[in-house]
Structures are given as structure tokens and as C-alpha cells.
């Protein structure tokens, strides 16, 4: 009786820890599809990403590439729909 109770503790347990892991990677790497209206507004929330990104990490976002944003129901990702360096040079903050 003691061992099928300990087992069946056991997968429950191994259940929630998964089911928590689960739920941790998705958040760190579940970047949404952003809906836009315009490029314009596009752009303004690529190189605010860029901007917080640069200023946070040195790094430019790790989605830049990929197809985060929806410019009037095409995906589009942020290094296609800005014209600047795909480095932080330009986001970087100003030395004062």
C-alpha cells in the first residue's frame, strides 16, 4: 500500500515541476505576434524594442529577426521594417 502511494506522489510531483518548467519557457521565449495599423507604428515599436533591448543587454532584441510584428495582416519582423544597423550602435544610450 505504502509503495503505490509513493509512486503515485511521485508522478504528481514530477507532473507539477514539468508543468512549471512548461510555463517558464514559454514566458522567457513565447514573443507574441505584436498587431500593428501602420510601418510607421511599426517602426516606432521595433526601435523601442531596440532602444530597451541595447540599453538592458548590449544586445539587440533576441526576436529582431523573426516575425514578431503584424503590419495590416503580414508578419513582419522588426530588421526588416527598420533601415538601421542590426547592432546596438545606434540604440545606445548618450554619454553625457
Same mark, same amino acid.
Given at each position: 500500500? %505504502? %509503495?503505490?502511494? &509513493?509512486?503515485?506522489? #511521485?508522478?504528481?510531483?514530477?507532473?507539477?515541476?514539468?508543468?512549471?518548467?512548461?510555463?517558464?519557457?514559454?514566458?522567457?521565449?513565447?514573443? &507574441?505576434?505584436?498587431?500593428?495599423? &501602420?510601418? =510607421?507604428?511599426?517602426? /516606432?515599436?521595433?526601435?523601442?524594442?531596440? !532602444?530597451? &533591448? $541595447?540599453?538592458?543587454? @548590449? /544586445? !539587440?532584441? #533576441? @526576436?529582431? /529577426?523573426? /516575425?514578431?510584428? @503584424?503590419?495590416?495582416?503580414?508578419? %513582419?519582423?522588426?530588421?526588416?521594417?527598420? =533601415?538601421?544597423?542590426? @547592432? $546596438?550602435?545606434? #540604440?545606445?544610450?548618450?554619454?553625457?
Amino acid at each position: 500500500m %505504502k %509503495k503505490g502511494l &509513493s509512486q503515485t506522489l #511521485y508522478l504528481v510531483i514530477v507532473a507539477v515541476v514539468l508543468l512549471i518548467l512548461a510555463l517558464v519557457l514559454l514566458t522567457i521565449f513565447g514573443g &507574441s505576434m505584436t498587431t500593428v495599423s &501602420s510601418l =510607421t507604428e511599426a517602426g /516606432n515599436l521595433c526601435r523601442t524594442q531596440a !532602444m530597451a &533591448s $541595447c540599453a538592458a543587454t @548590449n /544586445n !539587440m532584441p #533576441y @526576436n529582431w /529577426n523573426m /516575425n514578431t510584428v @503584424n503590419v495590416g495582416g503580414v508578419p %513582419k519582423s522588426c530588421s526588416s521594417i527598420t =533601415t538601421v544597423p542590426q @547592432n $546596438c550602435a545606434l #540604440y545606445a544610450p548618450i554619454s553625457t
